[in-house]
């Protein structure tokens, strides 16, 4: 049977060359990589790369949990209204003059209004170093993101 030379668009010379995939068997199991210490696993335990693997206590691997597609959006979405709430605070903190009712007063407003600008990226940082699982810095970001709204820039006051 002659070639279609339409196929030949299809393929690339050396497809099937076993050296392009190193790490997989022609099956599709994985292959221990080399330098990785290899762990006695049933067939229905997926095997890790080096990357995924987390220490335990007790000198162990475990597989670290990855995040899914969802989470991640998430986190991106929550993570671009910190950058924002930041910005807005900033903002404020530009626009805003001291009250002038004494050197202690306006330096203590003035403190506050900086204070309120890192507000937003401390809350982030802390919601990811404190928080004990996924649903758990979920939560604690979406409570930031309605506690740090910047209600003097959303309402116009320092224009």
Not at 68 to 80: A, R, T, Y
């Amino acid at each position: 049977m002659a070639r279609d030379p339409d196929d030949d668009a299809l393929r690339w010379e050396g497809d099937d060359d076993p050296t392009l995939a190193p790490g997989w068997k022609a099956v599709g199991a994985p292959v221990p990589l080399e330098g990785t210490p290899e762990k006695a696993t049933d067939d229905s335990s997926p095997t890790l790369d080096g990357d995924a693997r987390a220490a335990t206590s007790d000198g162990e691997t475990a597989a670290a949990p990855q995040t899914g597609s969802v989470e991640l959006v998430v986190l991106g979405i929550l993570g671009g209204i910190y950058l924002l709430y930041t910005i807005g605070w900033f903002i404020t903190a530009l626009r805003t003059p001291a009250p002038g009712l004494g050197i202690v007063d306006d330096a203590m407003y003035t403190l506050g209004l900086w204070l309120a600008v890192l507000a937003p990226a401390l809350w982030l940082g802390l919601a990811f170093w404190l928080s004990r699982g996924r649903r758990s810095r979920l939560l604690w970001l979406i409570g930031g993101a309605l506690v740090l709204v910047p209600v003097p820039f959303v309402l116009g006051v320092t224009a």
